[in-house]
Nanobody, 119 residues
Framework: VQLQASGGGLVQAGGSLRLSCAAS????????LGWYRQAPGKQRELVAQ???????IHKDSVKERFIISRDNDKKMAYLQMNSLKPEDTAVYYC??????????????WGQGTLVTVSS
């Protein structure tokens, strides 16, 4: 499985960006797609995730501003980011965790896409 993230860039505070994550390879039905971010000097943190049943979780600081979604047919995940703030500046990574019927777990990371929000 490979993940390809795209859509990052430079935007002014208050602006919007849409990140995309394209997955290739065999995706098991029991899976969770997520977006993480890592700001300079900080640890990587979960921003939002969506499970195969379309239940979603969003970090408190991005609720009402970011929306995660997925298109299972296209093997795509998206992160719509609105009302961006300078503190949202980070490298954003897409993540895929899968579990087989036998209980084996696999995890994959995309290469990251840089989001820079200017004040």
């Amino acid at each position: 499985v490979q993940l390809q993230a795209s859509g990052g860039g430079l935007v002014q505070a208050g602006g919007s960006l849409r990140l995309s994550c394209a997955a290739s390879g065999s995706i098991f039905a029991d899976n969770t797609l997520g977006w993480y971010r890592q700001a300079p000097g900080k640890q990587r943190e979960l921003v939002a995730q969506i499970i195969s049943g379309r239940d979603t979780i969003h970090k408190d600081s991005v609720k009402e501003r970011f929306i995660i979604s997925r298109d299972n047919d296209k093997k795509m995940a998206y992160l719509q980011m609105n009302s961006l703030k300078p503190e949202d500046t980070a490298v954003y990574y897409c993540n895929l965790r899968m579990r087989t019927l036998m209980g084996s777990e696999y995890e994959y990371w995309g290469q990251g896409t840089l989001v820079t929000v200017s004040s």
